[in-house]
């Protein structure tokens, strides 16, 4: 079992940045960020393998954000810059224990509660 704390969400202005905090409560094999608009389906953000530091993205944010961590303290971070009004969203992080090939929701055993990110125009 492991318990994950989002923090880091916020009202900002199109254009800003923010820096989006996990923290689990045991070390995971990985890591991920997705979003949920309303009225859309969750979706896939981004996602760090922590024993070989690889790290994933979805296209609409490469080059915008940064996922990075601290393993000792079983923390995730995701840098958001750029940021547009079509990131609007609650930010949810996950984690699950074991490899796969790719990262849709159901692939993640733990959930945060979610923070939300609002981008005005």
């Known amino acids: 079992q492991v318990q994950l704390g989002e923090s880091g969400g916020g009202l900002v202005q199109a254009g800003a940045s923010q820096r989006l905090s996990c923290a689990a409560s045991?070390?995971?094999?990985?890591m991920a960020w997705f979003r949920q608009a309303p009225g859309k389906e969750r979706e896939f953000v981004s996602a760090?393998?922590?024993?070989?530091?690889?790290?994933y993205y979805a296209d609409f944010v490469k080059g915008r954000f940064t996922i990075s961590g601290d393993y000792a303290k079983n923390t995730v971070y995701l840098q958001m810059n750029s940021l547009k009004p079509e990131d609007t969203a609650v930010y949810y992080c996950?984690?699950?224990?074991?490899?796969?090939?790719?990262?849709?929701?159901?692939?993640?055993?733990?959930w945060g509660q979610g923070t939300q990110v609002t981008v005005s125009s």
């Open positions: 045991r070390s995971t094999f990985s």
């Open positions: 996950a984690a699950r224990d074991s490899w796969s090939p790719n990262r849709p929701p159901k692939t993640y055993k733990y």
């Open positions: 760090i393998i922590w024993n070989i530091g690889s790290t």
